[in-house]
T-cell receptor, first 112, second 114 residues
Framework: RKEVEQDPGPFNVPEGATVAFNCTYS??????FFWYRQDCRKEPKLLMS???SGNEDGRFTAQLNRASQYISLLIRDSKLSDSATYLC?????????????FGTGTRLTIIP | EPEVTQTPSHQVTQMGQEVILRCVPI?????FYWYRQILGQKVEFLVS????????KSEIFDDQFSVERPDGSNFTLKIRSTKLEDSAMYFC????????????FGPGTRLTVL
């Protein structure tokens, strides 16, 4: 099983629609979870951290299910500017040394 | 808003040459990282660095790679003898606390090995 697995897409969604992405991770000891977005040939930019209780930031909602090792991201009222690749990112603890492990990303295109 | 900066934005080199990629992390951050992304592939961890020491490195980070913090602001990645397969985007990142906290990425250096 891949460390972090995402549906690569592409998701082509009309402007204003709601879209959801899912991600699974393999290491049950993972402690921290993030969604980053990456525009073409640019750096990953932190979109939001994902907390156990779920969290919302404007049009974006992230959920974590530790039992199923599953993370989700919901985007409501999608905008053209939301077109990007969304990266599911998991922190893998390793005796105090920690690194981020990235999924391959889900590509989203918002259609006018 | 403070940000991570990287130079150069694009580096072209001949196979076998040495390259040094430079990064200036966010000033109050203490943890530094290098990642790479081969075109069309996922972002991969290379190395983490704290208190002037490597904290962790991946299997990609072999003897051809080294990192250094030569002064209070710069963080460098050196590739001693570049190979064609080293062609990738190299991202520097920094965080205020260890990996469980958010890491902020620089704009990257695109390395092309000919």
């Amino acid at each position: 099983r891949k460390e972090v697995e995402q549906d690569p897409g592409p998701f082509n969604v009309p402007e204003g629609a709601t879209v959801a992405f899912n991600c699974t991770y393999s290491n049950s000891a993972s402690q921290s979870f993030f969604w980053y977005r990456q525009d073409c040939r640019k750096e990953p930019k932190l979109l939001m951290s994902v907390y156990s209780s779920g969290n919302e930031d404007g049009r974006f909602t992230a959920q974590l299910n530790r039992a199923s090792q599953y993370i989700s991201l919901l985007i409501r009222d999608s905008k053209l500017s939301d077109s990007a690749t969304y990266l599911c990112v998991v922190n893998v603890p390793n005796f105090g040394n920690e690194k981020l492990t990235f999924g391959t990303g889900t590509r989203l295109t918002i259609i006018p | 808003e403070p940000e991570v900066t990287q130079t150069p934005s694009h580096q072209v080199t001949q196979m076998g040459q040495e390259v040094i990629l430079r990064c200036v992390p966010i000033s109050n951050h203490l943890y530094f990282y290098w990642y790479r992304q081969i075109l069309g592939q996922k972002v991969e961890f290379l190395v983490s660095f704290y208190n002037n020491e490597i904290s962790e490195k991946s299997e990609i980070f072999d003897d051809q790679f080294s990192v250094e913090r030569p002064d209070g602001s710069n963080f460098t990645l050196k590739i001693r003898s570049t190979k064609l397969e080293d062609s990738a985007m190299y991202f520097c990142a920094s965080s205020e606390y260890p990996g469980g906290y958010e890491q902020f990425f620089g704009p990257g250096t695109r390395l092309t090995v000919l």
